[in-house]
């Protein structure tokens, strides 16, 4: 059979690579954007110095030959469903037996006036990768237009070469439709402390040209004219399936799939950035644009391909990031917003760049989510927790288990614990410090 | 609306440049160097001391104020910005510069230290070509009483023959105060000939020239750039310096100061900064100040912390005898070292893995880790690198072992001379070092030391150390891989969630600093000791169901 995958992505290659583990099928992956696969979430560091490009290459340029994965440089201009073709910008038409579709995202755009013009681009392509570095030469100042994740990354990049940012979010607070109250204010402050010129509460009107057709400045919505010679498009992303819309693919923001992946289309399947699930898992989302998602959906679909069904089960959410130096990890359900039912407790450093925090639901006291901010925490023990519906004093008395700093770091688990005991008036004392024999022990169900 | 003021750091706004305090910072620690290579070019000619002090101090002053302005006026983290950038560290002209100036020097060091100016108290002779060289033997008497022979003059020390006569020369280290005095036998033990040395004229008195036939004695000091360093030799050991103590200062140093740097660099990570304090530590301890101070008190040569098969000369006779017969420190020296093989290492690479040493402890290691480490992102990567390395480290340990054991039966001088050549000084030395800024900071420790080969092999198979991966949490960003020193691929492992075992890691944690997502952990435990990388925890699917 002859599998073809569409995009290179995270999600297109760990297909690719489990088709291949699972069978001797041919497998052909089309990308337009690169020759070999690498990390999207790299690009950054390709920026700032930290890595050459090649150096975002997971693979060495073997691994495609010696695993028999064809690799295609070229655009797919449509399919044809019904006779299983691809037609190609250059190639010859390409017949397919099964397709998956990797197509990943794209960066919104709201109509702004001027949204087209040169210098205005978003983060998410190799290609704008190029964009920002040739912007980049003699940048007196950049606007980043959305306060999430790829726009503190671009303000980041731009620190880094010390070009101005002046960084419009619409929300009254960073990312506070994903990070609570706490979290949220720490993301700002940090934000302000590397010199970013953040404004709160505003929002892009319209982008103004020069005689070039080059970006001079923006308006804010509150009037102000910002002169700039770049404009960044962060406010999030959508599923990059305009080519889909011509075919007989059932789509609505992304491409519908069932719990196996495949789409309205037999033998087509749809994974990653660009999939919405039909009936998402209790607790998760229809579209879930993340990287650890790409990677689950790229190994189940290869399963049912190669004839084994295998329902997409993502489990219990987790997600990292990083703010300029802050790292960020969630663990489970940790609303911005959360319901009555949803006790939380916030421990946070004096220095302001670190905390923990854990959520759990006040009837039963079953924990439901961890979210740190400067401390690492392990996924093993925080999820199994999860999972078992631990309660949030035995959590708490074993809260060591989960800590990930490195060795001679502080720990701050004693003054979480401490802090509950105050609001709680109660007597908890930490049983479990950091330490791995004690975490062997907890995942493998051994206690001594 | 109000200007904000866009960049609250201090630092200028052209990252490639440096802001007016490191310019200074810069100028003096060139300076410090200028004064060296001054010193190199002979033109230094009294007040050492005075000129020796200025020239360490500047150096000190100039890199420690320079790293304080990089790394201060920034947020603490990870600050690895323009890596790729700057020519320095990029194998760019810089780089090759530098390489190219690092490998010259050890390429004097080793083979020409005359260059350095090396003389060193020596003597040179002429006899009449009918005289029998092997018959004379000059040595040193101090002001104690206690005397030291050199050794009969022997052809191999020939360095120019003229129709007037032979000359030889060699070096009379034992040569420590005003008040000592050289000695020459024609013969056997014939009474010597005394000659007087005045060390402020630097003139030899009372010679008989007829003694032996001698025709003439001719004393050099040391000069140039080597005699700068004789007044901190004489402080420290009462003897003058050689182009060994001039290295062991310097790398010591150069440890010391870009030690401070490093710890500048990484002060929000406290593993960085006191496993820093220790390589800097046990440099200046144990490997420069504590042999030093044992040479004053006429014991033999010894770093204690520097182990067989990584000292290849331990079991060498000479070796043996000169701590045999070094009474009960020289015992204690010899007893250390053994245990050091069979007990203390193997037990320390079981509870930490090798990085107890490679990172922690180790000289080598110690400079890779501190001046080399703008260079760690150079290591080649590669799968093929990885063959090569395994098939060539483990070809020197085999080397290492072989020679040892055959020096037991055969004393061979061309061999021990040729593992010295090719290994001491061309691999560890000309290569290890000289090559940072083209091929990283560990080539010697990933290609070459036999010591890394056993130690790495105990961590493989019997350690409890691990680098333990988050779960699910690898982006496969490609940092880790880049900044491994030793050219692990440790991606390729984190983005399958397995845990990184490998014999060639040292430990240095790095790579778990530079993650930006929290994915690797330096750990230790006995539980899991035999299975440590079975689990691919980013594997969801298998034959009992979906793992999630």
């Not at chain 1, 019904?82 to 709201?110: C, H, W």
């Not at chain 2, 129709?163 to 060699?170: A, E, I, L, R, S």
């Not at chain 2, 009379?172 to 040395?197: A, E, H, M, W």
Request: with cysteine; aromatic share 12%; hydrophobic share 40%.
């Amino acid at each position: 059979m002859h599998i073809v995958i569409i995009g290179n992505g995270i999600s297109g290659i760990t297909a690719a690579r489990w088709v291949r583990k699972l069978s001797n099928h041919q497998i052909t992956v089309i990308s337009d954007e690169t020759d070999h696969f690498f990390s999207r979430t790299a690009l950054m560091y390709v920026y700032m110095g930290h890595m050459r490009f090649k150096d975002t290459q997971p693979y060495e340029d073997w691994f495609w030959e010696k695993n028999r994965i064809g690799l295609l440089r070229d655009r797919v201009q449509s399919i044809d469903t019904q006779a299983k073709t691809l037609n190609m910008r250059r190639s010859a038409d390409i017949k397919y037996d099964k397709l998956v579709l990797a197509l990943g995202s794209e960066p919104n755009k709201f109509g702004w006036t001027g949204q087209d013009l040169d210098g205005v681009q978003g983060m998410y392509s190799a290609q704008d990768l190029e964009g920002m570095e040739i912007h980049s030469i003699g940048l007196k100042q950049a606007v980043i237009v959305g306060g999430g994740l790829i726009g503190i990354e671009m303000a980041e990049m731009f620190h880094s070469r010390h070009i101005p940012v002046t960084f419009l979010v619409r929300e009254n607070s960073f990312w506070n439709v994903v990070l609570a109250p706490e979290e949220s204010e720490m993301v700002n402050r940090v934000i302000k402390k590397n010199g970013i010129d953040l404004r709160l509460e505003t929002e892009l009107k319209e982008i103004l040209p020069d005689e070039n057709g080059k970006c001079r400045a923006v308006i804010t919505n509150k009037g102000e004219e910002i002169a700039c010679q770049f404009v960044g498009l962060t406010a999030g992303v959508h599923p990059n399936i305009n080519f889909i819309k011509e075919t007989k693919i059932e789509t609505q923001r992304g491409i519908m799939v069932d719990e196996r992946l495949e789409t309205s289309v037999k033998d087509i399947y749809a994974v990653g950035d660009c999939a919405q699930l039909r009936n998402p898992p209790p607790g998760r989302r229809n579209i879930e644009a993340v990287w650890y998602v790409g990677r689950m959906m790229g190994e189940t679909v290869a399963y049912n391909i190669c004839g084994k069904s295998v329902e997409y089960q993502p489990g219990i959410w987790f997600n990292s990031a990083k703010f300029f130096d802050i790292e960020y990890q969630v663990y489970g359900t940790v609303l911005a917003n959360p319901p009555a039912e949803h006790q939380s407790l916030y421990w946070e450093h004096a220095d302001g760049e670190k905390s923990i925090r854990i959520v759990w639901d006040d009837m039963s006291g079953m924990v439901i989510g961890f979210q740190t901010m400067g401390i690492r925490y392990r996924d093993e023990v925080c999820r199994q927790w999860i999972r078992d519906k631990a309660h949030i004093e035995n959590v708490l008395m074993n809260l060591g288990l989960a800590n990930f700093d490195p060795e001679f770091y502080d720990q701050y688990e004693a003054d979480v614990i401490a802090m509950y005991n105050q609001k709680t008036s109660g007597n908890l004392q930490l049983v479990e410090k950091r330490g791995l024999n004690s975490v062997i022990k907890f995942i493998k169900k051994q206690f001594a | 609306m109000a200007q904000v003021e866009n960049s609250m750091s201090l630092a200028n706004p052209h990252p490639n440049d440096m802001d007016t305090i490191q310019k200074i910072a810069a100028a003096i620690g060139g300076l410090g160097l200028l004064v060296m290579l001054i010193a190199l070019f002979g033109q230094i000619n009294g007040n050492y001391s005075t000129w020796l002090t200025a020239s360490l101090t500047l150096m000190t002053v100039g890199v420690c104020a320079y790293a304080w302005r990089e790394y201060t006026n920034e947020q603490e983290g990870i600050k690895n910005n323009h890596v790729w950038h700057r020519s320095l560290t990029n194998r760019g002209l810089w780089g090759w510069v530098v390489g190219i100036v690092l490998t010259g020097f050890y390429v004097v060091l080793y083979f020409f230290p005359a260059l350095l100016g090396l003389n060193g108290y020596s003597v040179t002779t002429k006899l009449p070509h009918n005289a029998d060289p092997t018959q004379i033997s000059i040595g040193v008497e101090n002001s104690n009483g206690e005397t030291y022979n050199t050794g009969t003059l022997a052809l191999k020390d020939t360095i120019k023959t003229s129709n007037v006569g032979d000359v030889y020369k060699f070096n009379l280290t034992r040569l420590q105060s005003l008040n000592d005095r050289i000695f020459i036998r024609c013969k056997g033990n014939d009474t010597p000939y005394y000659v007087d040395y005045n060390a402020k004229q630097k003139t030899l008195t009372n010679l008989d020239k007829d003694a032996c036939g001698l025709r003439e004695i001719k004393f050099d000091a040391n000069s140039n750039l080597i005699k700068l360093f004789d007044p901190l030799s004489v402080f420290l050991k009462k003897q003058p310096a050689s182009q060994w103590f001039v290295y062991g200062a310097l790398y010591t140093l150069a440890i010391l100061i870009f030690g401070v740097k490093f710890m500048l660099k990484y002060r929000h990570n406290r593993y960085q900064q006191f496993r820093t304090l220790s390589v800097m530590f046990f440099q200046l301890g144990f490997a420069f100040l504590i042999p030093e101070i044992l040479m004053r008190l006429n014991y033999p040569y010894n770093n204690f912390m520097n182990m067989w098969p990584l000292n290849y000369y331990f079991f060498d006779d000479w070796n043996i005898a000169a701590m045999t017969s070094s009474g009960k420190v020289g015992m204690f020296m010899l007893v250390w070292g053994l245990l050091m093989i069979v007990v203390i290492s193997p037990v320390l690479t079981y509870f930490y893995g090798k990085r107890w040493y490679c990172s922690w402890v180790c000289g080598c290691g110690g400079l890779a880790e501190t001046a080399g480490d703008p260079f760690r992102h150079l290591s080649d990567k590669s799968l093929k690198a990885w063959k090569i390395e395994r098939w060539m480290i483990h070809s020197v340990l085999v080397f290492a072992i072989a020679m040892t054991v055959l020096l037991f039966f055969f004393n061979s001088e061309t061999l021990r001379s040729w593992y010295g050549f090719a290994i001491g000084s061309i691999f560890s030395g000309v290569i290890g070092v000289g090559f940072y800024p083209i091929m990283g900071s560990r080539v010697w420790c990933r290609f070459g030391c036999p010591m890394a080969a056993i130690l790495g092999l105990q961590q493989r198979f019997f350690s409890r150390f691990r680098i333990t991966t988050n779960g699910g949490q690898c982006i496969s960003c490609g940092n880790c891989s880049t900044y491994c020193e030793m050219g692990i691929d440790v991606r390729a492992y984190a983005q399958k969630g397995q845990n990184i075992v490998r014999a060639s890691c040292v430990g240095c944690g790095i790579c778990a600093a530079v993650c930006p997502r929290g994915v690797l952990r330096l750990e230790n435990s006995a539980i899991d000791i035999n299975e440590r990388t079975n689990d691919m925890k980013v594997i969801m699917i298998s034959e009992d169901g979906v793992r999630i």
